[in-house]
């Protein structure tokens, strides 16, 4: 299916080849230039496929009239000392996604889709992306839940306030949310915004992956964080492609899962390991690079123990270049 979705474009390869859907980035020829990665899965069942499409990192910026009239320290601290992404400078970008979505079942940004939380950055991702997109899902990422961003003065707020905030912006649960395509697969968003995940996210994602697996749907996750890997390998992994200068990564033990990962942390990422026969992928950004790793999973096959890997994607932040996209289908 590579090189497919958008047929009727040309497009220029950046890296890799159509048959190495893995680490095959191209550009599109056209008046956006937006770069795109793309995954497929083949669930045997033929029909009409179904698309995804994964963005993640806008690092949507301004400040609003309401904004002025709060004047909060600590948002006109990061104001005055956070040069990147400032006064709607990364809204072109999400245009050029925007003017790609037709066709897409579901379009999905995996966190940071604010710089940081003043009023002005959630009105405009209300109105370019709730507003244009309206059953799009947004994941929570670290950067929604701050207003200090390089300021040196200190949030007055707490963090429940500020999730309160969120609130009346969201359009679906922000902690998680689920869906099935059809009779192919199931979508799941969850939250690890906060380098964690939430009390709760462990038993609705349980639920969830006892029904695909009695309907036989595959599944795929998506997130703000990446997981570890647990794969010795992977201690030093190249990007694909890097922006924001990252060097090597290490996806085998410095993410969620790892040692220092809370306990109810551990549980997902280790119901997520053991469920490895059908999470078929993890989409997440968080890293502003292009990075494509496998988790070490297994499953349990007639009572016997199976080692099986889950393809981790990591896809580089919308602010850069001309916008970047990964575009997923499910056949």
Request: glycine share 10%; charged share 25%.
């Amino acid at each position: 299916m590579t090189g497919e979705i958008f047929g009727t474009h040309r497009k220029i390869g950046i890296r890799g080849t159509k048959g190495e859907p893995e680490g095959y980035l191209y550009q599109l020829d056209n008046r956006s230039g937006v770069m795109v990665r793309e995954a497929c899965f083949d669930t045997g069942k033929g029909g009409k496929p179904f698309r995804i499409l994964h963005v993640t990192d806008l690092h949507l910026h301004a400040i609003n009239e309401q904004d002025e009239r709060e004047e909060n320290p600590a948002v006109y601290g990061s104001l005055q000392h956070r040069m990147a992404f400032r006064n709607r400078s990364t809204l072109p970008n999400l245009e050029k996604v925007l003017a790609l979505v037709e066709g897409f079942d579901q379009v999905i940004i995996t966190g940071d889709a604010i710089d940081y939380l003043p009023w002005g950055g959630l009105q405009l991702l209300q109105e370019f992306g709730g507003d244009r997109l309206p059953g799009v899902w947004v994941t929570v990422g670290g950067h929604e839940l701050t207003r200090v961003m390089e300021g040196e003065v200190p949030d007055p707020t707490t963090l429940e306030s500020r999730y309160g905030i969120l609130g009346q912006y969201w359009r679906h649960d922000m902690a998680y949310c689920s869906r099935i395509l059809g009779d192919k697969a199931m979508l799941i968003q969850m939250n690890n915004g906060e380098s964690r995940y939430l009390e709760g996210e462990y038993h609705r994602l349980l639920r969830d992956l006892d029904a695909a697996r009695k309907r036989r749907l595959l599944v795929l996750l998506f997130q703000h964080e990446p997981l570890c890997t647990h794969n010795p390998a992977e201690k030093e992994v190249l990007p694909l492609r890097a922006n924001d200068g990252t060097g090597t990564c290490n996806f085998c033990d410095s993410f969620l899962g790892c040692a220092d990962s809370d306990e109810m942390t551990k549980r997902v990422c280790g119901l997520i390991r053991r469920n490895a026969d059908i999470i078929k992928g993890v989409f997440c950004g968080h890293w502003h690079s292009d990075f494509y790793t496998q988790i070490q999973g297994f499953c349990t096959q007639d009572g016997v123990r199976v080692k099986k890997d889950i393809p981790q994607y990591v896809l580089t932040g919308n602010m850069y270049d001309n916008g970047h996209v990964m575009a997923i289908t499910i056949k």
